[in-house]
């Protein structure tokens, strides 16, 4: 499935990958979330509902993922890289911005983000 996330004047899409946690947050569309900054690395939002479990934890990241961090429960769009890993219980890949998730760091601070479905 195709996504559009707006936040200001920038707009990026991405494709969510074919697994039971992206479905479940593809049926949460359209969404408008507060994105915070975290480590200067990835803007973050706080889901309305856990999301059902599906995809493989991973422990790294790559700019561009989309992630579902379960604790949370939230999303992630990493758009620069640190080199650190991520703790337990590891994250969700839910999808990947085709390009440009870097322009999300000129948001200093929080964010509104608008998630909606393309396709």
Same mark, same amino acid.
């Given at each position: 499935?195709?996504?559009?996330?707006?936040?200001?004047?920038?707009?990026?899409?991405?494709?969510?990958?074919?697994?039971?946690?992206?479905?479940?947050?593809?049926?949460?569309?359209?969404?408008?979330?507060?994105?915070?900054?975290?480590?200067?690395?990835?803007?973050?939002?706080?889901?309305?509902?856990?999301?059902?479990?599906?995809?493989?934890?991973?422990?790294?990241?790559?700019?561009?993922?989309?992630?579902?961090? &379960?604790?949370?429960?939230?999303?992630?769009?990493?758009?620069?890289?640190?080199?650190?890993?991520?703790?337990?219980?590891?994250?969700?890949?839910?999808?990947?911005?085709? &390009?440009?998730?870097?322009?999300?760091?000129?948001?200093?601070?929080?964010?509104?983000?608008?998630?909606?479905?393309?396709?």
């Amino acid at each position: 499935m195709r996504i559009r996330l707006t936040a200001g004047e920038t707009v990026l899409t991405a494709t969510l990958d074919d697994n039971a946690t992206a479905r479940d947050f593809a049926s949460l569309l359209p969404l408008t979330l507060q994105m915070n900054d975290l480590f200067k690395r990835e803007k973050y939002g706080h889901l309305p509902r856990s999301l059902a479990a599906g995809g493989t934890p991973r422990f790294s990241y790559e700019i561009g993922n989309i992630v579902y961090w &379960s604790p949370g429960p939230d999303i992630a769009v990493f758009y620069a890289h640190d080199g650190e890993s991520i703790p337990e219980p590891g994250q969700i890949i839910l999808g990947e911005i085709d &390009s440009g998730a870097d322009a999300l760091k000129k948001y200093d601070g929080a964010v509104d983000v608008t998630i909606e479905a393309v396709d």
